[in-house]
């Protein structure tokens, strides 16, 4: 089974781009999208995070107040709103999906059994 991501690009500074994830082929009930970047020499951080359960969201501090996770159910869908963006945005972006148990509560930084993960997609920040 494949995540499919799509959306990334090439964007001035202070632009924005929209990331789109489609889990619908997993089928799950109880499960999180995550959002997970990677740049060049540096290690993978998580970026956001959004329960497909109870909506609840999650961000890191670096993209808090710029970035905004959503989802769409009924199309098994998130999408990552990116705004202002900063050079230090560009990396390969991953959509990932950990599923959960009914009553888990889940943030970006406790994400970290990923059951299955998209192939990247790039995003660049440059003028």
């Known amino acids: 089974v494949q995540l499919q991501a799509s959306g990334g690009g090439l964007v001035q500074p202070g632009g924005s781009l929209r990331l789109s994830c489609d889990a619908s082929?997993?089928?799950?009930?109880?499960?999180?999208i995550g959002w997970f970047r990677q740049a060049s020499g540096k290690e993978r951080e998580g970026v956001s995070c959004i329960s497909m359960s109870d909506g609840s969201t999650s961000y890191s501090d670096s993209v808090k107040g710029r970035f905004t996770i959503s989802r769409d159910n009924a199309k098994g869908s998130v999408y990552l709103q990116m705004d202002s963006l900063r050079p230090e945005d560009t990396a390969v972006y991953y959509c990932?999906?950990?599923?959960?148990?009914?009553?888990?509560?889940?943030?970006?930084?406790?994400?970290?059994?990923?059951?299955?993960w998209g192939k990247g997609t790039l995003v660049t920040v440059s003028s």
């Open positions: 990932a999906v950990q599923v959960l148990s009914p009553i888990q509560k889940i943030t970006i930084a406790t994400m970290t059994r990923v059951d299955w």
């Open positions: 082929a997993l089928g799950l009930d109880f499960y999180a």
